[in-house]
């Protein structure tokens, strides 16, 4: 079956210090990898994308992920949080020809203390 | 105005009304998507469009009823809604169907059935 698990519900973190949310996935095909971000009340923004190539992938705001298909992981790090990184990421995959039809984890809720 | 936008943001209604939500894009995309967020679960997809004509109905019940008027306009019709329906509904459009599957999401309609 094809799923995308974020095994962190609600992770805390310091602000300044260094951040990485975990993303599995079980798919068929030769996944694309997306991180998206919701802040509360806002609908989802792309943070980054994984289609081919270089399996470390740069972001927008400073985040970065690492494709390790031995893993069948996608995870997601910034190496230092700021106060306004506290939101809602999500992971998703999908395949060349599926379009939006996205597969997403259940989120993981980033909370930064000061 | 520009990108994905939803409205109304909030809705509430009872289980006899009949109301739409709306989704425009100002992107020049041709595919376009309603998905379902609930608390705790996975964003859910519920139906697509490509160039106007419906290609995927995520087996959604018929209390929700799309409409695609245009490759700009998208309409989710609800009727006989069941409180278990409360939830965010989020537009979605992306190239087209066949393309990477980046998805250009709207801030979102907070249903709420009483």
């Known amino acids: 079956a094809q799923s995308v698990t974020q095994p962190d519900i609600h992770i805390t973190v310091s602000e300044g210090a260094s951040l990485e949310l975990r993303c599995n996935y079980s798919y068929g095909a030769t996944p694309y990898l997306f991180w998206y971000v919701q802040s509360p009340g806002q609908g989802l923004q792309l943070l980054l994308k994984y289609f081919s190539g270089d399996t470390l992938v740069q972001g927008i705001k400073g985040f970065e992920a690492e494709f390790k298909r031995s893993q069948s992981s996608f995870n997601l790090r910034k190496p230092s949080v700021h106060w306004s990184d506290a939101a809602e990421y999500f992971c998703a995959v999908g395949a060349r020809g599926q379009g939006g039809k996205l597969i997403f984890g259940q989120g993981t809720e980033l909370s930064v203390k000061p | 105005e520009t990108g994905v936008t939803q409205t109304p943001r909030h809705l509430v209604m009872g289980m006899t009304n009949k109301k739409s939500l709306k989704c425009e894009q100002h992107l020049g995309h041709n595919a376009m998507y309603w998905y379902k967020q609930s608390a705790k679960k996975p964003l859910e997809l519920m139906f697509v469009?490509?160039?106007?004509?419906?290609?995927e109905n995520n087996s959604v019940p018929s209390r929700f009823s799309p409409e695609c008027p245009n490759s700009s306009h998208l309409f989710l019709h609800l009727h006989t809604l069941q409180p278990e329906d409360s939830a965010l509904y989020l537009c979605?459009?992306?190239?087209?169907?066949?393309?990477?599957?980046?998805?250009?999401f709207g801030e979102g309609s907070r249903l709420t059935v009483l």
């Open positions: 979605a459009s992306s190239q087209d169907r066949e393309a990477t599957g980046e998805l250009f």
């Open positions: 469009y490509n160039f106007k004509e419906q290609t």
